[in-house]
């Protein structure tokens, strides 16, 4: 029995098909069937967790968004890691109200590109465009608050420019508890801090009086903590910028 493929007018139409992936080579979207039932149980939008067995669909930039429903009102939620914002994400599950989305990889995406030598404008255009993907309500009169993972943090400007209507949580642990959570998670604790580290540089981010060489000494709890600080600079800053 051959199944019938959905037609863009469905995909685009409806959001259940989450806006996954973008590829710059192509300047496309890549859409994924994902009910609100599946979105419950899974901690994270990663292919991880997607599965194999889950529906794709590689659509054009410029069609998604010809054939795209008009977007509800989105918010976020920005946070520094291990501080329960999945579990608050999680909890705007609330059918006719809201409906949040936990750390979609189109935002990983996007900031990989501008690390390639993607222009300002070019991130501009296509964030803009993932956003209003985005924010297709699963049933009508629902907002969309999206939590991004904190890799995604140094595009807080840019997402709240683009979206000057939308409102915001700056959720963080204290340091103490955070360092734990580094420190309970073993390798994989210390090999994504130092990641981030290396992220954060790369942005700009980091300005503690330390020599760029010295940072090879650090231990991976001293890494996770000058993580954890530089993060609090950028919200700092965002509070005074937004309010």
């Known amino acids: 029995m051959t199944m019938t493929k959905p037609s863009i007018e469905t ?3 409806s959001a ?16 994924v069937s994902v009910s609100r039932q599946r979105h419950r149980k899974m901690p994270f939008l990663t292919d991880q967790y997607l599965g194999e067995g889950v529906e794709r669909r590689a659509v054009s930039r410029a069609t998604a968004m010809i054939h795209a429903m008009p977007p509800a009102p989105i918010h976020f939620i920005f946070h520094s890691a291990f501080c329960c914002s999945t579990l608050l994400a999680s909890a705007f599950d609330l059918p006719g109200i809201s409906m949040g989305l936990k750390e979609p990889v189109l935002f990983n995406d996007i ?5 390639r030598g993607a222009t ?8 803009d465009d993932g956003l209003a993907l985005m ?20 595009m807080i400007p840019a997402l709240m420019a683009l ?22 998670k073993g ?4 090999l994504w801090v130092r990641d981030l580290l290396k992220k954060l ?9 330390i020599a760029p060489a010295d940072y090879l000494g650090l231990t991976d709890i001293q890494v996770a903590a000058i993580g954890w600080l530089a993060q609090h600079m950028q919200f700092q800053k965002i509070g005074r910028r937004f309010g």
């Open 163 to 184: 979206r000057p209507q939308s409102r915001a949580v700056l959720l963080h642990a204290p340091l103490a508890d955070y360092l734990t959570s580094i420190a309970r």
């Open 201 to 209: 540089l790369r942005e700009g981010m980091i300005d503690l009086g």
């Open 120 to 127: 300002g404008p070019q991130v501009a255009k296509v964030l």
């Open 11 to 13: 995909i685009m139409g």
């Open 187 to 190: 390798m994989e604790g210390r």
């Open 111 to 115: 900031i990989g590109w501008r690390h």
């Open 135 to 154: 924010a297709r309500p699963f049933e009508q009169g629902e907002a969309i608050i999206v939590k991004p993972s904190s890799i995604a943090n140094p």
């Open 16 to 31: 259940e098909w989450l806006p996954h992936r973008y590829d710059a080579t192509r300047d496309c979207f890549h859409m």
